[in-house]
């Protein structure tokens, strides 16, 4: 895959260079460029921005150099997405499809954003996505580049060292928060791991981690809740939800199994 990220601030993108980003692009599986806008300027202050029309505070990004560089860095096929607080908020779904694409290219603007008119030329020549990573404003797309960057980057074949465990993480294809997890050592500041996970008895630790899941999905995110699939939810499944949600009295009872369900989950 290929991603190219263009920024007036490239430095801001140093962090993919480092971890599984960074190792991925040593090796070839990721070809990942950053670009500096100014670069496809044309006077000598390589302005990159003016007022807006129609009034108001701040600077908008100019359309004809973005123009220049997008016509440099697109290509047939590619994908350009544009981080902005008023684009579809990106989830999960959206790192798995844009895993599957040859060319992304990541424009990231500053001020009060990128004309308009930026996005609505090359949603007329190809594919054009605009994502929000949040509910909140940034100074610019860099820092939402780099999620959208690490998110996608992660799910290509290799980046990650076990495959394994992009199974059962948070967000994944069983729409659950992930289930919380421990190492050693077994007691730390008096309290203990779950002994369940100690008991060897991997069919009572996939309950529990299956239940402490469901639990901690019905608590702290009942939207991802009331979209999960009722086909996909057992008998057990479904009673455990019954008695979760936005509360916390059923974790203190962390760590005990839940006999009366003979499970060996937690209650």
């Excluded at 260079?17 to 390589?46: F, I, M, N």
């Excluded at 220049?68 to 779904?93: K, N, W, Y």
Aim: proline share 6%.
């Amino acid at each position: 895959m290929r991603i190219d990220v263009v920024s007036i601030f490239p430095d801001y993108l140093s962090p993919l260079e480092l971890s599984l980003v960074g190792k991925a692009r040593q090796t070839g599986l990721l070809d990942l460029r950053v670009h500096d806008l100014r670069d496809w300027t044309t006077d000598r202050h390589r302005t990159v921005d003016d007022t807006p029309f129609g009034g108001g505070a701040g600077m908008v990004m100019r359309p004809d150099v973005w123009g220049r560089a997008l016509d440099d860095v697109l290509d047939e096929g590619a994908h350009l997405i544009v981080p902005t607080p008023s684009g579809e908020p990106f989830t999960q779904r959206h790192a798995e499809r844009l895993a599957g694409e040859q060319h992304l290219v990541l424009a990231c603007g500053r001020y009060e954003g990128i004309d308009a008119r930026v996005a609505e030329h090359y949603r007329s020549r190809g594919r054009v996505s605009e994502l929000s990573i949040g509910d909140y404003v940034l100074n610019g797309g860099e820092v939402a580049a780099l999620v959208v960057v690490e998110a996608v980057a992660r799910l290509l074949p290799g980046v990650v060292g076990n495959p394994d465990s992009l199974v059962e993480e948070s967000h994944g294809a069983a729409g659950l928060l992930e289930y919380p997890v421990y190492t050693k050592p077994p007691v730390w500041d008096g309290l203990e791991v779950p002994e369940v996970l100690l008991s060897g008895h991997h069919a009572r630790i996939a309950r529990w981690r299956r239940d402490q899941a469901l639990m901690r999905t019905a608590e702290r995110r009942p939207d991802l809740v009331a979209a999960l699939d009722p086909t996909g939810l057992d008998a057990h499944d479904r009673a455990v939800l019954a008695g979760s949600g936005p509360r916390a009295d059923w974790q203190a009872e962390g760590g005990r199994a839940r006999d009366e369900l003979g499970t060996g989950g937690q209650g």
